[in-house]
């Protein structure tokens, strides 16, 4: 089993930048890829980045050229720094874990945009 923990999520303005962290505990050693979802008012939850063990990332096309999603293997830690944010990238950032063929996911945190 493996728990998730995201933070940084927050109110910003159009253009403006914020990085959300997700920190995983529990059987690590077992994840084979972590990625960002998110859910937006209304809208069925959609994916955003990957990254794999060996460090593969893919995107949304949505957020191409202004997301990048990261890991810190030694703080057991993936990140998505987020650029150029839109009024359309509000919503509830999730992160989850894909170990020995189960998923996690973690509690999620809020990311609005507006001025």
């Known amino acids: 089993q493996v728990q998730l923990v995201e933070s940084g999520g927050g109110l910003v303005q159009p253009g403006g930048s914020l990085r959300l962290s997700c920190a995983a505990s529990?059987?690590?050693?077992?994840?084979?890829?972590m990625a960002w979802y998110r859910q937006a008012p209304g809208k069925q939850r959609e994916l955003v980045a990957t990254v794999t063990i060996g460090g593969t990332t893919n995107y949304a096309d949505s957020v191409k050229g202004r997301f990048a999603i990261s890991r810190d293997s030694a703080k057991n830690t993936v990140y998505l720094q987020m650029n150029s944010l839109k009024p359309e990238d509000t919503a509830v950032y999730y992160c989850?874990?894909?170990?020995?063929?189960?998923?996690?996911w973690g509690q999620g945190t809020q990311v609005t945009v507006s001025s």
């Open positions: 529990g059987n690590i050693f077992s994840i084979n890829v």
């Open positions: 989850n874990a894909l170990a020995l063929g189960r998923l996690s």
